[in-house]
Each structure stands twice: as C-alpha cells, then as structure tokens.
C-alpha cells in the first residue's frame, strides 16, 4: 500500500458528497456485469476503467470473435457483448471512468478507501470490488530504436477505422490471429497488403492463413529493421531477412504492428493483497484478506477457478452481496431475481 501520498494530494479538494458505496475497478466483462449488479442492489457505485475504451481484453483481443458458451445465447461477437454489457452497466446510472490507471490506496480514518490514478485522480469509496482481469492490457510496441510507441500518426497497432486504410499501401508486422485476420479483412478496401512474420509458421485458424497467402504478399522470415519517415509520417520500412540477412525496404502509407499484448497489474500489487502466482486469493465469498475490498473475474484464484465469462458473472454479484454486507451488517448475501426487480420494472417500462 502506498505511504506518504498525503502532501501530494490536498484533501479538501476531496468531494465528499462523492463517496461512493462500491468503486469497481477494471471495466472488462466482468466489471460491466458487476457495475449493473450493484446497482440492482441499491448501491451508489463507480466504474473505473483504465483503457479509453470498455469491454477489457474482449475489446482489445477478440471483438470479432464469436462467442457461444454464454448460457440462452447462442452466438454473440466479443464486440456485441461488450456492447450489451456497457447498455446493461448503465441502468442504474453509475459513474463510469474512463482512462484512469488506479495504481495507489490509502485508507482513511473513517473506514472509507482513497483511491488514486497513476495520472494523479482521486476517488473516495466505501468498499472496492477489483475487477482487474490481467491488468492493464497494452499491445505490444513495434521494438525498433528511436521509434517511440505512438510516434507516427501511421503506426497504428489495433484498427480503430477501416478508412485509415483505405486505397493505402498497408504493411502488417506478425503471426498471430490479429495479424492473418487484419489481413484478410482489409484485404479488399487497401491499395495493397504485405505481411511480414519473423517466422514462417503462423498462430491462426488455418483457413484463414490460406486465404491470407492467396489474396496477400507475405514475407518471412522477415523483421522490421528501421523505419523511415517524414514528418512523423511512415514512409519506408526496411525490413531484414532473418534467414540470409538480406536486407530490403518497403514504401508504406501505414504500418499496423500486431505483436501481441502485455498486461500489468501496476501499484495494486503492492497494496498488501494476499496473491498466488500473479492473482489475488479470494475466498468463497470473493472477499480478499483486506476488510472492504473484494474481487472478481479473471483477476482471483480460488480452488477450481475458471476464467470464463459465466464464472466471472458469477462472482461479481458474490462480491456485490459482500459489500452490501460490510456496508450494511444486517444484510443478507441474497440471490435478488431481476424479475421481481420494482426499479428495474420502472426503468425498462414492462
Ligand atoms: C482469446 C480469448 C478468447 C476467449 N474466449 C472465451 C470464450 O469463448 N468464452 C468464455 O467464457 N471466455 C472466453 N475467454 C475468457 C474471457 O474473455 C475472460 O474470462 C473475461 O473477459 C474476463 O473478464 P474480466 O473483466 O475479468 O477481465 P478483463 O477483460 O481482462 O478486464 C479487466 C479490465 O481491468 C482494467 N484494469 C486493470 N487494472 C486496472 C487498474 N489498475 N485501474 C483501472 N483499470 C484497470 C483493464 O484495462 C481491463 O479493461 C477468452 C479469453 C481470451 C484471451
């Protein structure tokens, strides 16, 4: 747990009328489900989400993706899910956070938690609810020197639009599903595509590599040596055959690097949570060994664990029946039905 953050952060610019009952973070799938949970049972909750974006390692890994082990769901893509998910987050209308990379805890004298962001934001709560799947989920950086990670505005490293492609010369570096899929999606609006893979194997369904090598130039063994660029546009690329060393350049009007993701737990790791290889123990009643915080989803272990999203579904309304319970000791952890839901009734207007 962080000490001596009290001179860096002036107190009575704390709102106070900002406590919050539960501050969740993390805003993957399970966070979502958990933030709409809290507040079905009356909760006044927060959501904090480091990403500029929701959804998680589903949004940053699979958004195409069809998922189908979600029980009365057949067939959802990651991104619809996702999108269900936010809509459903929003019912009770919490406070969602976006780009805040919680990483310090204080507790304070009156038993509430401060939470503060790597950026320096401040939050005060009554109970916390970690929701942090892997951690901080960041694609890879193209690892050649001088180039920082986002220092050209044609370097990109997910496809946030179809039209910064659009009629370019597109070079894509990798060998995994992103690379072979990104390929064959945007295969057909480019000027052209080569793919470029420091092996000759790649990491993807095997139909789509075909339709990869058939429709696309692909080199491998090839890395990414240096880069060339004016004024802070990509222009050439040279790449190096790993093999010969044969060296050879490439004009390029964008550049998407597809290496992968890390992820990074940050400042939390240090809060004094009781861990076991890389994640936090909970007990059956997702409560961690710190009184008032809890936790949820890919981020716990427990004897059995599963890291599917049913599981994480799961206990995220435990560990909203938890906090209720520390908030208000004549609770009772409860299964509360939806259908018999007054609010919930009101608000959806059946
Ligand atoms: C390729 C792949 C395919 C999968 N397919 C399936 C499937 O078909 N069916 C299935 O059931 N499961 C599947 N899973 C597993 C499923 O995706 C996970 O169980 C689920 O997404 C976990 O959600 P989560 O919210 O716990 O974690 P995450 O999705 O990892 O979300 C955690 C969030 O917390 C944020 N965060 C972390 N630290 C902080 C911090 N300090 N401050 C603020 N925010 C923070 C992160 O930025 C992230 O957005 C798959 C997983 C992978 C990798």
Redesign the pocket.
Known sequence: MSKNKESKINIAYIDQEAVYDVTI??????????TFYSGMRGLKTKL????R??????????PD??????GGIKEIT?QNLVKELVKQAKTFDPTIVCG????DLQPLENGNFRLI??TGEVHETRTII????????RPMKLEVDGVEYDGYHNLHYTVEEYGQFADKNVLISGGG?SAVDWADELHSIAKNITVVHRRDEFRAFENSVQKMKEQVDVLTPYTIKDVQNEKNYLTQVTLENLETGKIRDIEVDALLVNHGFS??????KNWGLEMSEGQILVNDAMETNIPGIFA?????TYPNK???????FTEGPMAINSANGYLNHSSEPMAMYSTHHEKLYELTNR
């Not at 970690?130 to 989920?137: A, E, R």
């Not at 992820?263 to 939390?268: Q, Y």
């Open positions: 973070i993390g805003g993957g799938a399970v966070g979502l489900f958990t904090i989400e480091a990403s974006e929701l959804g998680g390692k589903v949004t940053m890994g699979f993706k069809t998922i189908s082990d979600i990651g805040q990379f919680i990483s962001s790597q970690l929701t942090l799947g892997s951690g901080l989920i599903d992820s990074e737990l940050g400042g939390i949820a989803g890919d981020v716990v599963l890291n599917l999203f049913v599981a994480g």
